[in-house]
């Protein structure tokens, strides 16, 4: 009877684990996507990537913005398209207006495509993630400081990036009723 | 069992044609036709191990059976012949391997297009943008399909033409030209798909992703969404329509000046 | 032993409390049989709302929506409600027989595993319901759709809480009793080759159960707590739920499927009166589909957009598959090889389990190849291919095994004229059924739609009918079991000629307690 308690124990305590593999598996894929590039998240900054000569090759980035859920917001790039050379600082910006009669709560999320090259393209100063309150038909311009990293292999020539804009107001509401 | 054997051996040769109700279309880009050479590749093959694997299973069966007499041979084990069959299989996979690797380095490959054509699934209608163009607009099932589409609408649908594969905004794509598609979607995720373009992408809220096709042939091309999306999942078609470069141009002019006219969404 | 052990244990009820408070391995084998067959016919039914929606394009009988629910619930139900209690139920009755041992190890646990299915497929059902009606996202669940769904979800979750719950005590039961609970001189090398599959299956389920679980619980606090593991406004990825989901999901397939080889590889060289070819190499191939079912998930989703050295591997990863998979056929057919066979009716489902299952094998082995899965994914051809491994493949071992071992359970014998009839009737509807959705599939017609584009209407129609002839020789099934009930005990103790193992060895219905004095292997 004991060995038979024994494996019962050993199982469970097995199956407790995978239940905890389950949420392991989010921080896993993170750092699965990081090193692929898998979902176009895009790349961390540092300071060794500003270059005194630029690199003489350009690169072509194109700007486009999405809105989900069909919210009330009117979201473009301020610029359509700019050529950029690696290694330089360059400034854009998105517009964001609030086409609603009332306050809300935006978030947006960067994507970067191909996605391979996510991890070349360094955002130094970027509203994503971050919680924009918006007022009733308010239009904001929300910058966007980047640097394209000197190491982007040479057969990139095209960048796209995205942005995403979330209604987050019903959903930060739900959570501060709680 | 033999007459179902039977029955499969018959459909070869008509899937062999390659006719668009039985088979997958060759299609009109670089990566339809390689998808489907890999397609038939594979098919003849698994076909030729059927008939192997199969043959030697029914001759068992007709001769080696009790109402002959047999008497049960007494082997159950043989290493060589268990390494045998491990082996050969595994270098048929090798030679499958090879070609359908270099076919999704291919495919993979979205650098230099000429056109880049985003498009953003919806619930349930599709958005396409041409970036370089500046042109945009919305694109869902044609009028006609939709009311015949209703439950008990008591239309006939086919009397409809093109019944769920026709819009009121078709896309307009030149031939001989690379063509980049960056998918993305408004809430749900959908797939985009044209059997005769090659192959599907998923658009994710919140995600961009790309494909790349060259057409070679003007013409109409049809698809739908693949990714469940919702109800109306099975009615958000897709149009392609074809044409010269010259002709995309002023398709193009002429969608500039529309759009200048019309908001956009 | 030949003893009718009964009396030994007169405490046990009668009547309904017999049957709730049942902790004997017999009683509870029979039950989830029973909640199986029942669950088969709700499920089919359910597929018969669908097949005759799509008898003809334009939509005739449902809405979409309802439509939807219909594809999710029949996914959900045939896995969940038929086809792994069938499979959890075989192995109730047979491994204790088969190894040797009285009862199962956890008795208590083993009623609790099956009490809690009943509740859960309830729940699950009540859904239908609901204001809004079932989950309509498909059984796999995907966000964001899913989360759109109304008052349902929870409670969906929950059932599948409850239903994973079931499967891993199920699993640990099983795995329990296969280690502890073997008569002496059987080594894990000398166990039936059923006993060896449902060991490797109880593991698998184990090991990935908690996963569904996880993901459907990150779901649930997505929606309602405010997290956003899968939305991409906090930094989360809906195509990392359908990560998580395949790494359950790609298991999940095997947990179907490897029980069934273990029927077939005891059913086989019984009928063909030799013994199992290749057993060493048949428990390695086991193994080893099981360990490569963890690395191969992302074949389920290679549309998604992933890097193009992930599409590569898991493209090989998923070939591989095909070796362990041949061997086991090489090995069933090497087993019937000059051996003296016989076609009684679980040898006829048998072979026709190795023919349609090896052709749903072949329609896997070309949806491996990635740069055609591209043009496959989501369309009939996926949905032909994997009805093919389930239903002959999966279902067809289920039915085989209870031809095969009724007369054993019951000690009656059932009609061998009607059990050939409803083979015959049930091989041919099923490929009229699903042979002609590989056309349709390959033509163009997408997975998941009530309504589709009129060059599809012939096939769909074929199609259609032969879901309704399966249907009803279904039917004929159960009658053949009522008439087997009903008659007097007729079955000898061992009442196939080639049979081998320790269950032959019981009398015919066996004791209640097996095998009292455990039997001695040599």
Redesign the interface.
């Known amino acids: 009877m004991n060995k038979k308690i024994k494996t019962y124990y050993l199982l469970t305590a097995f199956t407790i684990f995978m239940f905890g593999f389950s949420y392991m598996l989010v921080p896993i894929y993170e750092v699965f996507c990081e090193i692929t590039g898998l979902n176009g998240k895009t790349g961390s900054i540092n300071s060794t990537l500003v270059i005194e000569k630029p690199v003489e090759r350009f690169v072509r980035v194109q700007f486009t913005s999405n809105v989900i859920n069909s919210a009330p917001f009117k979201f473009s790039p301020g610029k359509k398209e700019m050529v950029i050379q690696p290694g330089k600082i360059y400034t854009t910006f998105y517009t964001l207006t609030n086409q609603s009669n009332q306050p809300l709560l935006a978030t947006a999320n960067p994507s970067i495509t191909p996605g391979k090259y996510a991890e070349y393209f360094k955002k130094i100063e970027c509203f994503c993630f971050t919680h924009q309150q918006i007022n009733a038909n308010e239009t904001k311009e929300l910058a966007v400081q980047f640097i394209v990293d000197k190491k982007l292999p040479s057969e990139a020539t095209s960048l796209v990036l995205a942005y995403t804009m979330f209604d987050i107001t019903k959903q930060l509401g739900y959570k501060l009723e709680k | 069992m033999r007459n179902f054997i039977v029955f499969l051996l018959s459909t070869i040769p008509t899937l062999a044609l390659g006719d668009w109700e039985v088979n997958l279309p060759r299609g009109v880009t670089p990566t339809s036709v390689l998808a489907y050479d890999l397609h038939m590749l594979i098919f003849y093959i698994t076909v030729i191990i059927g008939i192997g694997v199969f043959g030697v299973m029914f001759y068992s069966i007709i001769h080696h059976r009790k109402s002959k007499g047999v008497v049960p041979a007494n082997f159950h084990e043989n290493t060589k012949i268990e390494i045998v069959w491990t082996v050969i299989p595994f270098l048929i996979l090798v030679g499958m391997a090879i070609p359908a690797t270099q076919a999704l380095i291919l495919m993979e490959d979205t650098s230099e297009a000429e056109v880049t054509l985003k498009v953003t699934g919806y619930q349930w209608m599709w958005k396409y943008e041409y970036l370089e163009d500046n042109v945009s607009f919305l694109s869902r099932i044609d009028s006609e399909s939709n009311k015949a589409r209703k439950l008990n609408s008591g239309v006939d649908v086919s009397n409809v033409k093109n019944y769920l594969l026709e819009v009121d905004n078709p896309i307009v794509l030149p031939v001989n030209a690379k063509i980049r598609l960056l998918l993305t979607a408004g809430d749900v995720i959908h797939a985009w798909w044209v059997p005769e373009l090659g192959g599907k992408k998923d658009a994710v809220p919140g995600f961009v992703n790309e494909m790349w096709f060259n057409i070679n042939k003007p013409g109409i091309y049809r698809g739908q969404c693949a990714e469940l999306c919702g109800k109306d999942h099975a009615f958000m078609p897709i149009v392609v329509k074809a044409v010269s470069k010259a002709e995309y141009e002023k398709w193009v002019m002429n969608q500039q000046n529309n759009n200048k006219i019309a908001n956009k969404k | 032993m030949n003893t009718d052990a009964d009396h030994l244990h007169e405490d046990h009820k009668t009547g309904i409390m017999r049957w709730i408070t049942t902790t004997n391995h017999k009683d509870i084998g029979t039950l989830y049989l029973f909640l199986s067959l029942t669950m088969f016919f709700v499920g089919g039914a359910m597929a018969l709302i669908i097949r005759a929606e799509l008898f003809q ?4 009988l ?4 309802f439509f ?1 629910q219909m594809t999710t619930m029949h996914a959900l139900i045939m896995i969940f409600g038929a086809l792994m209690p069938a499979l959890v139920g075989l192995a109730n009755w047979q491994i204790p027989l088969m190894i040797g041992a009285p009862d199962m ?2 008795p208590r ?1 083993n009623n609790w595993s099956f009490w809690i299915l009943p509740f859960a497929l309830g729940m699950l059902g009540s859904t239908l319901f609901f204001e809004g009606g079932a989950p ?3 059984w796999t669940l ?1 966000p ?2 899913v989360l ?1 769904g109304g008052d349902a979800l929870p409670y969906a979750i929950f059932s599948i809480h409850l239903l994973g719950l079931s499967s ?1 005590l199920g ?2 039961n099983i ?2 009793t296969i ?3 073997r008569a002496p001189g059987m080594t894990l090398m000398k166990m039936p080759m059923f006993v060896w599959t449902w060991l490797i299956t109880a593991f698998l389920l ?10 459907v619980t ?1 779901l649930l606090t997505d929606r309602f ?2 997290t956003s ?1 899968f ?5 989360g ?4 739920f359908q ?2 989901f395949w ?1 359950f999901g790609h298991p999940e397939v095997y947990i179907l499927i490897l029980p069934a080889f273990g029927v077939i590889s005891t059913i086989i060289p019984t009928f ?10 048949m428990v390695y191939a086991t193994a080893s589909i099981a360990l490569l079912s963890f690395i191969v998930w992302a074949h389920h989703m290679f ?10 591997f898991f ?2 990863t998923t ?2 598959i ?2 362990p998979t ?2 086991k ?2 090995n069933w ?11 009684e009716t679980p040898m ?1 489902f048998s ?2 389990f ?2 349609l299952f ?2 749903g094998g ?1 329609s896997g ?2 949806m491996a ?4 899965d ?2 496959y ?3 009939y051809f996926i949905v032909a291919h994997f009805h093919y491994v389930l239903v002959p493949g999966s279902v067809f071992a289920v039915i085989a095994a209870v031809y095969f071992w009724l007369p054993k359970w019951t000690g009656k014998m059932y009609d061998e004229t009607l059990g050939k009839t409803h083979f015959w009737l049930t ?2 509807f099923v ?1 009229i059924t699903f042979f002609p959705q590989h ?1 349709v599939g ?3 017609m ?1 997975r ?8 599809f ?1 012939d096939f769909n129609a074929i199609s259609t009918i032969g879901s309704f002839g399966f249907g009803i020789a279904q039917i004929l099934f159960l009658y053949i079991l009522y008439k087997t009930l009903k008659q007097d005990v007729t079955a000898d103790n061992k009442v196939w000629e080639g049979a081998e193992g320790l269950e032959w060895t019981l009398p015919s219905p066996p004791p209640y307690h097996s095998f009292e004095e455990p039997p001695k292997v040599e």
């Open positions: 394009p334009g939509l005739q449902v809405n979409p929506d939807n190890a956890l646990l309509a996202a498909g995907y964001p759709l759109q891993i699993a640990i795995i329990a280690l502890n609970m184990i090991a990935v159960m908690p996963v569904l679980a996880g993901a990150m707590f405010g593991f939305t991409a406004s906090g930094g990825d809906p195509v990392m990560h998580i790494f063909s009166r030799k013994k199992l070819f290749g057993y060493d190499s549309t998604v957009g992933m890097p193009l050295a992930g599409e590569i493209m090989m070939m591989l095909a070796v041949g061997v056929v090489f057919i090497a087993t019937m090889w000059k051996g003296s066979m016989t076609f006829l072979l026709a190795i023919v090896t052709i072949f082995l070309m190849i990635t740069p055609v591209f043009q994914h989501d369309t091989t041919i490929n056309f390959l033509a163009g997408p998941r739609i009530p309504d589709y584009a009129v060059q209407t």
